[in-house]
């Protein structure tokens, strides 16, 4: 798939920057943004020697979801709309160095999948690319794991020779302990709903001084 395969992506990014106080009716949409801490970020040389390069992110995720307290650089939520079956869902954004490379290749290596049934969604957009798996279980609860990484920079002050600066948005979902969840919930709800998050995601470089 691509980053424009559906129609349901512009009403997503659309409706992410429209979204209210309304927002928890379904099928709405908020934007949030995530910043990556100084430490560990990027070692930068040069006149910027002493900052650190780092990423800041933001994703389109369902109103309906509610936020819970999370550490610095990430987001966090509690999936609604079904009692029996709920997720927690964490967001978080780093920026590593790794060689250039097609962002597809990037994140199937990075994040790859048993088989291609337990491929839920990915799509690739120029040198951004993104892919949700399903992983296996904890204790009996689903897992899905998410991946968008994206080529951040290729400053010679940040990224050595034969190396480009990445940001890595990773999306993981745990469901709770004791709840019932069959595929309809990971397969046909919260996985295309994280993908559709990464696919209109976006990030930026921030250069911050480490405490």
Avoid at 131 to 159: E, H, N, Q, S, Y
Wanted: net charge positive; hydrophobic share 45%; proline share 6%.
């Amino acid at each position: 798939m691509t980053l424009a395969r559906t129609p349901l992506l512009a009403a997503a990014a659309g409706l992410a920057f429209a979204a209210s106080s309304a927002g928890a009716q379904r099928g709405v949409f908020e934007t949030r943004s995530l910043a990556e801490p100084a430490k560990p970020g990027l070692a930068v040389t040069g006149a910027l020697s002493g900052s650190r390069a780092t990423s800041v992110a933001r994703v389109v995720v369902p109103a309906a979801w509610r936020p819970l307290a999370a550490p610095a650089g990430s987001l966090r939520f509690l999936t609604a709309g079904n009692p029996s079956c709920r997720y927690t869902v964490t967001y978080t954004v780093s920026s590593v160095l790794a060689p250039g490379q097609d962002a597809a290749s990037y994140v199937t290596a990075a994040l790859p999948s048993r088989s291609s049934r337990h491929l839920i969604d990915s799509g690739v957009h120029g040198s951004r690319a993104y892919r949700v798996v399903r992983r296996p279980g904890i204790g009996g609860r689903v897992r899905l794991d998410a991946l968008w990484a994206g080529v951040l920079t290729k400053r010679t002050d940040i990224a050595p020779a034969g190396q480009v600066a990445w940001t890595a948005i990773r999306v993981a979902a745990l469901s709770r302990a004791g709840d019932e969840c069959h595929s309809g919930t990971w397969r046909q709800a919260l996985g295309p709903a994280i993908g559709d998050s990464l696919a209109v995601a976006r990030t930026s470089l921030r250069f911050t001084t480490a405490g």
